[in-house]
């Protein structure tokens, strides 16, 4: 479960005030909103990457508000991936089980279960610029759910991808949410990405954080993603 | 989609116009071949100058039989020097220690200064017990007839002494400066037969010089420095391999001040290195990844070791160790502290630059994850951001490698130009020059253009595309 409890955020001229929001365990929390709204801001504050100056985060039944990052128990998958330039795709997958110290022969075990899970067996030795981009999402998501983390939190993970890419990604990330006991916030400007993966839906504007109800969903994103304009007009 | 740093995609390509591209090319270009000139031309003088070699040429090893060397054999043995000899007649050996004519002989050790007493055989009035060994005459039959002797160099020469052996008139010299000024001088009258007149010359550049003998004589040495040196049998077969023996750079090495320079410079500008990145790199890091007050100011002092003038900075060291215990001072100003000191205060303004950029390219993002997931600060930055930063330490440590190695005015002001102490490359250059070397200053040159080269090599291989000073 995450919670967050009247939180307000100051990054530089940026302020985001006042934001509670929920989602349940083991739901897939889309958040979603308008450029510039603050949804990465909100998403590296849960990650202890950025301070609060006020509220609390609740992960679980964790008050993690003063934990720091590496002690949240979260998975992080920033906008680009952020993959690391000189590490092959083994050692992404191995990254924080090394920094946490696992022994050797769980890292591997880890390692082949999450390879086969996310299609990187043949990959394992490859280096990260010739990955394609789909490729390179998978690896960013392994590496951030190696350590079982009970918090998954995606910034825009699909928004780079072609149409294919993305649809096999929708799949991947349904397979992973349930197969992993994981809560996982998903912060994106993608209607489709709310429609094939959201069980919570929330919408993120200039005045807070709105829960959009599941009966009212479907209304929702068709006032949201707009009517096209029809060709010849 | 992934952007990484040091990824470098394509710049796409623009239609070219060949007008547009003419001139441009033209205005850059004049300069990329300035700088190909200015390396061409140090090999070109390398290659052409072996060096200065002084000669004395004594014909002494013509044999002592008197009267019998002929202009054949003489010539032989100036041939080597680039020189030749002629005289109104034939020029010849004779054999002072062993003199047949009934004039002259060895003169007597008597005759220390010039033109005074008297010498020779038979008629003379001293004995015959200086040995100046074989005297070269114009012509050996008549001792008392004028004559000349007229010596040729193919390349210019300076002739800055002649031993001159003459009656009792004067001796005139005529030197042929290059610069088509005649330069004249005259011995003083002979004392009589058999007189020895050391002559000193100005030195003046030439390729001819002329000696009018009045009443007969003859040139028993002559010293000059020319731009070359006696070759081996073996040198003369191969010339191609007897440059690459012998030539400015294998002599510069050869010396022990230089061999000291080299050390000095390679050790000291290798401390430099390190110690930059000591400072760089945590440096760098600060300015590059946190906004703190005063960052602006920070940013500006770093830029002064840069614009300063190089003797500024050495003269504000020297000032500083004013204030420092004495103890202090003596263990740094003019010793070889000093030399690391002058170096790194400039090159670690350089090695801080590049860090900064080359974090600037690492995206705080990886950071960021290696945080949540499960790394320190520090272990995060030493496991992700240091390996992500290598090739730009690479960059930044070679770039003050070769500041430090370029470094002088600060060395000659703090560390002073000791030879075998304080002296570094930089300071050999100086130092050959003020005295005149040129070509071990260029060949001292060369040596610091091969190890900056490989340096930018390096560099340029193993170190940040994307960033370069």
């Not at chain 1, 983390?149 to 910034?155: C, I, M, S, Y």
């Not at chain 2, 703090?414 to 300071?427: D, P």
Request: hydrophobic share 45%.
């Amino acid at each position: 479960m995450i919670t967050l409890d009247n939180i307000s955020i100051t990054a530089g001229t940026f302020q985001l005030d006042h934001v509670s929001l929920k989602v349940p365990h083991r739901h897939y929390g889309i958040l979603m909103g308008a450029t510039g709204t603050g949804k990465t801001t909100l998403l590296e504050a849960i990650a202890g990457l950025i301070p609060i100056t006020n509220g609390s985060i609740i992960l679980g039944t964790r008050d993690v508000t003063s934990f720091k990052p590496a002690e949240r128990n979260i998975g992080y998958v920033p906008q680009d991936g952020a993959l690391f330039s000189k590490m092959n795709v083994r050692d992404h997958l191995a990254f924080s089980l090394v920094a946490r110290g696992e022994a050797p022969v769980m890292i591997k075990e880890r390692i082949d279960e999450l390879s086969s899970m996310l299609g990187l067996c043949d990959h394992l030795h490859r280096g990260i610029r010739n990955l394609s981009g789909g490729e390179k999402q998978r690896v960013a998501l392994g590496r951030a759910l190696a350590s079982h983390p009970a918090t998954l939190l995606l910034d825009e993970p699909l928004s780079a991808l072609d149409e294919k890419t993305r649809n096999q990604m929708y799949q991947l990330l349904r397979n992973v949410q349930k197969n992993i006991p994981v809560t996982i916030l998903h912060v994106t400007h993608h209607v489709a990405d709310a429609r094939f993966l959201a069980d919570t839906l929330l919408h993120l504007s200039p005045t807070g954080i709105e829960e959009i109800k599941s009966d009212c969903v479907s209304a929702w994103m068709d006032k949201e993603s707009g009517a096209p304009p029809k060709r010849g007009d | 989609m992934v952007s990484l740093p040091d990824s470098t995609s394509p710049s796409p390509r623009i239609r070219s116009d060949g007008m547009f591209i003419a001139t441009f090319s033209v205005l850059g270009g004049t300069y990329v071949l300035l700088i190909i000139l200015l390396l061409v031309g140090d090999l070109a003088y390398l290659l052409r100058a072996p060096g200065t070699t002084e000669a004395v040429i004594t014909f002494d090893p013509l044999g002592n039989t008197s009267g019998s060397v002929e202009d054949e054999q003489i010539q032989r043995q100036l041939q080597p020097y680039g020189m030749s000899v002629e005289s109104d007649a034939t020029p010849r050996i004779f054999d002072s220690s062993n003199p047949k004519n009934k004039l002259w002989g060895s003169p007597h050790i008597d005759f220390g200064g010039p033109g005074t007493g008297v010498g020779g055989k038979g008629t003379g009035t001293y004995a015959n017990d200086k040995q100046l060994g074989n005297i070269l005459t114009p012509d050996l039959i008549d001792d008392s007839k004028p004559g000349f002797l007229r010596f040729r160099w193919e390349q210019p020469v300076a002739v800055t002494a002649l031993q001159i052996f003459a009656n009792t008139d004067p001796v005139d010299i005529r030197v042929l400066n290059q610069d088509h000024l005649t330069h004249q001088q005259r011995t003083a009258s002979g004392g009589g037969p058999g007189s020895v007149h050391k002559i000193t010359l100005p030195g003046h550049e030439t390729d001819q010089v002329e000696i009018f003998f009045p009443e007969g004589g003859g040139l028993a040495g002559m010293r000059f420095s020319w731009p070359g040196r006696l070759r081996a049998d073996w040198e003369l077969r191969h010339p191609l391999l007897s440059n690459l023996v012998y030539n400015p750079v294998v002599e510069a090495l050869s010396k022990p001040e230089i061999q000291y320079s080299i050390a000095l410079s390679l050790i000291s500008c290798t401390v430099t290195a390190i110690i930059s990145l000591w400072i760089a790199v945590p440096l760098g890091y600060l300015l590059s990844r946190y906004s703190f007050f005063g960052k602006g100011l920070i940013d500006a002092i770093l830029d002064i070791p840069i614009i300063l003038p190089p003797l500024v900075v050495g003269l504000s060291l020297l000032i500083l160790f004013q204030f420092m215990p004495v103890a202090l001072r003596n263990a740094v100003v003019y010793q070889i502290p000093a030399v690391i000191l002058a170096q790194v205060a400039v090159a670690c303004a350089f090695a801080v630059r590049i860090m900064k950029a080359a974090f600037d390219q690492i995206d705080p993002r990886c950071e960021q994850v290696a945080l949540t997931l499960g790394c320190g600060r520090a272990s995060a930055f030493s496991r992700v951001v240091l390996p992500e930063a290598l090739p730009g330490m690479l960059t930044a440590g070679t770039l003050a490698w070769a500041r430090a190695l370029g470094e002088f005015g600060p060395l000659l002001i703090f560390a002073g130009a000791t030879r075998l102490k304080t002296e570094v490359l930089s300071t050999s250059v100086f130092l050959e020059l003020s005295v005149g070397d040129l070509s071990a200053a260029v060949a001292i040159s060369f040596i610091m253009i091969i190890a900056a080269i490989l340096v930018l090599v390096l560099t340029r291989i193993w170190g940040t595309k994307t960033i370069s000073l």
